[in-house]
């Protein structure tokens, strides 16, 4: 079944996660994440009435806390794209951005925005009240300001408004803070760990994309490689969820771009995992269907 939007094969695991939950969303070069991001920001901000067709059922324990008639607010915090990049992908999917965050019409804030990148490089001047900008690597002056965005959607006048947590290439961070130390160690890995960890109290549920290609997770010669290796199995040992796309082991083919696989830690022991195709369209549509479809 194919869906310009949703998926039908994702749809459980792209509803609103459990209080608490992680999930890890893990690409390798020629298979970005780029598209899974997009649609759970649309999973989590298209207006109920458009998401009265997403299903709260759940599929071998796949998705999770409510569906997508919740009110739920997205703070989506970037260290790899500006927000023009978000604006346009979620414009495709019929998601203005900036309405969601408050910024055109006299409604409360769905959405915030950190910019993890442009703010390390270049002066952005003043944040504006729903999109600020990180200016330093250093984990805890990047947990305070994610923190303070946390809050302020947090506060808004829903007096139950669940925010879910999106960090977007945080591996980024854990190479652009990396320092040695006295003794030659490097605990950038540890501190951006912890950072997640108090942000993750929160938040309803966060979601954090990592690169795991193999010279970044096997081979672990360099620093680099080393910090990168641990953050990332550390995050996949703590994860409820992780999907993890790739590409096809026999190499490209046309109707097929990728395989997405989901599996679940945590406590969902006794829940299935699962292996799907998956092509991403020329128009930004996605079809995900099982292997012989």
């Known amino acids: 079944m194919t869906s310009k939007i949703i998926p039908h094969l994702l749809e459980p695991y792209l509803s609103l996660p459990e209080e608490g939950a992680l999930i890890v969303l893990t690409s390798i070069l020629g298979a970005s994440t780029n598209w899974l ?15 009265s067709s997403s299903t709260n059922s759940q599929l071998d324990g796949g998705g999770g806390g409510g569906g997508g008639n919740e009110e739920v607010s997205v703070l989506l915090v970037s260290f790899l794209r500006d927000f023009v990049f978000y604006r346009e992908g979620m414009g495709r999917l019929g998601v203005d951005l900036e309405v969601a965050a408050g910024g055109r019409r006299n409604q409360g804030a769905k959405f915030g925005f950190v910019d993890g990148l442009t703010g390390l490089f270049v002066d952005e001047g003043e944040d504006q009240k729903w999109k600020r900008s990180i200016r330093s690597s250093d984990a805890r002056e990047v947990g305070k300001v994610v923190g303070e965005a946390l809050d302020q959607l947090s506060n808004g006048p829903e007096a139950k408004k669940k925010v879910v947590l999106v960090l977007d290439g945080l591996d980024f961070l854990v190479a652009a ?10 605990k950038t890995g540890e501190a951006v760990r912890e950072m ?11 979601i954090i994309t990592l690169a795991a290609d193999d010279p970044l997770i096997k081979e672990q010669v360099t620093p ?28 490209t083919a046309k109707d097929v771009s990728g395989v997405v696989r989901i ?26 269907f099982e292997r012989g479809q």
């Open 37 to 51: 991001v997009w649609r759970y920001l649309h999973s989590f901000l298209k207006p109920a009435a458009a998401s």
């Open 196 to 206: 997640v960890m108090d942000l993750r109290e929160k938040s309803h549920a966060t």
């Open 263 to 288: 599996t679940h830690g945590g406590q969902n022991f006794d829940t299935k995992d699962h292996e799907y195709l998956y092509h991403v369209g020329g128009d930004g549509g996605v079809r995900v």
């Open 224 to 251: 680099l490689e080393t910090n990168h290796a641990w953050f990332a199995l550390s995050l996949a040992h703590d994860a409820d969820t992780i999907l993890s796309l790739r590409l096809l082991d026999t190499g």
């Open 177 to 186: 803070a990396g320092s040695a130390e006295e003794d030659g160690s490097d």
